[in-house]
């Protein structure tokens, strides 16, 4: 079983930046599409990026042209730079293998991005 571990989480005052990191298990992600999620206090998780095994990458309307998403295959890492960060993007973030549009793996601790004035 892969095992996914998001890290690089903080505090980071609005229009601050902030690049997560996503650590797997295994070398998989060559071979994936890996994708971004993030859950606020209260809301259902989303999806706010992607990136297929061919590099393609997809975003949210609500974090485009801010957010990069990024895969270093060498170090089975994906990333997420977040750039000129908003209020509402405090959130819990988490990373997953996307099969069909869908997460396939089991969700981990993720990683909590507070953006504060």
């Known amino acids: 079983q892969v095992q996914l571990v998001e890290s690089g989480g903080g505090l980071v005052q609005t229009g601050g930046s902030l690049r997560l990191s996503c650590a797997a298990s295994?070398?998989?992600?060559?071979?994936?599409?890996m994708g971004w999620y993030r859950q606020a206090r209260g809301k259902e998780r989303e999806l706010v990026a992607h990136?297929?095994?061919?590099?393609?990458?997809n975003y949210a309307d609500s974090v485009k042209g801010r957010f990069t998403i990024s895969v270093d295959n060498a170090k089975n890492t994906v990333y997420l730079q977040m750039n000129s960060l908003k209020d509402e993007d405090t959130a819990v973030y988490y990373c997953?293998?996307?099969?069909?549009?869908?997460?396939?793996?089991?969700w981990g601790q993720g990683t909590q991005v507070t953006v504060s004035s």
């Open positions: 997953n293998l996307l099969s069909g549009g869908w997460p396939t793996l089991g």
């Open positions: 295994g070398s998989i992600l060559s071979r994936y599409t």
């Open positions: 990136i297929t095994s061919s590099g393609i990458t």
